[in-house]
């Protein structure tokens, strides 16, 4: 069953702060000019501390999943080893990615090494993305964003995994999620509009389910057949098709530093969530823009920038940024 999320009364620092955002917008004519203002205004500071100590490791490693292309797999090496660091000690992972072939032979070496050099007992394992949603509309210039959902078809041996974007950083290890039980849920993740829909940045998909009840075949015709009301399409084909069966889970789980007032003004911020938010974020995603490999200088961009410089690629990102 999913889990019903109360709008929050805001205390009263946040309150002065909104009314405050709210009056000096009314002289700014611009929205980009408004959502800054909000930005920085409404943001939640983020204490990452130092990973968790360690504790017994988990006997088993957690199945994790990240899909990408050529374009996007450096900034998926970084997202990688966040993970592993952070949960060094505390548990291994089998780490699954969608790919295609613009993913080189070459990538596919130098990030299987990375995950071999930090975390000698976790794994990388490759998989090829299949063409089931090739005519499908895309805001991109591939099929990249459907590669999660062929997760059930591609791993049939798993009966669920977690799923993470690949701008996003991990400042916990993922064990809470790995011994959470979905029941009949085909989804959990963070509320990010009313009603129950998720940004599915990070997920956990219940891949036996979603096979038994035949919905991936589905996801094609439906995706070709009906016109969705925002531009991720794909993550609003999952939240139309799984809708009633989407289990929420708590902020921390998916911390949009960009998008947090929005969060907050639509009631997904609970105010249990406040000090999670501060000391205990599992990752920070950086959807919407900038993306911290673009632009140094922004809330949490630096923190970006630590776990790149323990990555192979870290050179490049900076030649980039630099030209």
């Known amino acids: 069953?999913?889990?019903?999320?109360?709008?929050?009364?805001?205390?009263?620092?946040?309150?002065?702060?909104?009314?405050?955002?709210?009056?000096?917008?009314?002289?700014?004519?611009?929205?980009?000019?408004?959502?800054?203002?909000?930005?920085?205004?409404?943001?939640?500071?983020?204490?990452?501390?130092?990973?968790?100590?360690?504790?017994?490791?988990r006997p088993r490693p957690i199945h994790v999943a990240f899909c990408f292309d050529g374009w996007s797999a450096r900034q998926a090496g970084v997202t990688v080893v966040s993970l592993l660091v952070n949960s060094k000690n505390r548990a291994s992972y089998n780490i699954h990615c969608v790919?295609?072939?613009?993913?080189?032979?070459?990538?596919?070496?130098?990030?299987?090494?990375?995950?071999?050099?930090?975390?000698?007992?976790s794994s990388l394992n490759f998989l090829t993305a299949n063409h089931d949603f090739d005519q499908c509309p895309t805001r991109h210039s591939t099929a990249a964003p459907y590669y999660r959902l062929m997760l059930p078809v591609l791993l049939p041996e798993l009966d669920d995994i977690i799923y993470a974007d690949v701008d996003a950083l991990?400042?916990?290890?993922?064990?809470?999620?790995a011994e959470l039980d979905l029941g009949d849920n085909l989804l959990a993740g963070i509320q990010e509009r009313p009603g129950g829909y998720i940004n599915t940045g990070l997920m956990i998909m219940n891949l036996a389910r979603l096979r038994q009840e035949g919905i991936y075949e589905t996801w094609p015709e439906i995706r070709l057949q009906q016109q969705f009301p925002n531009r991720f399409h794909d993550q609003d084909l999952l939240n139309i098709t799984c809708r009633g069966r989407i289990l929420l889970l708590p902020v921390k789980y998916n911390f949009c530093p960009?998008?947090?007032?929005?969060?907050?003004?639509?009631?997904a911020v609970l105010p249990q969530d406040h000090h999670s938010l501060k000391y205990d974020v599992v990752m920070a995603h950086y959807a919407g823009e900038p993306k911290p490999w673009s632009l140094k200088r922004f809330y949490m961009s630096k923190l970006w920038w630590d776990y790149a410089r323990l990555t192979p690629f870290y050179e490049s990102f900076l030649a980039e940024l630099k030209s």
Do not use: H
Request: aromatic residues 14%; contains cysteine.
């Open 99 to 121: 790919v295609d072939d613009t993913v080189t032979p070459e990538i596919r070496a130098v990030l299987t090494n990375m995950v071999r050099e930090t975390d000698p007992d």
């Open 1 to 57: 069953m999913s889990s019903a999320v109360n709008k929050p009364r805001r205390p009263v620092v946040e309150q002065l702060k909104w009314f405050l955002a709210s009056i000096i917008c009314i002289f700014v004519p611009s929205k980009k000019g408004r959502q800054f203002i909000r930005y920085y205004l409404l943001r939640t500071r983020v204490y990452p501390g130092r990973p968790l100590l360690p504790v017994k490791k």
């Open 258 to 267: 960009l998008l947090y007032y929005n969060f907050y003004r639509w009631g």
């Open 170 to 177: 991990f400042l916990r290890d993922l064990i809470g999620l």
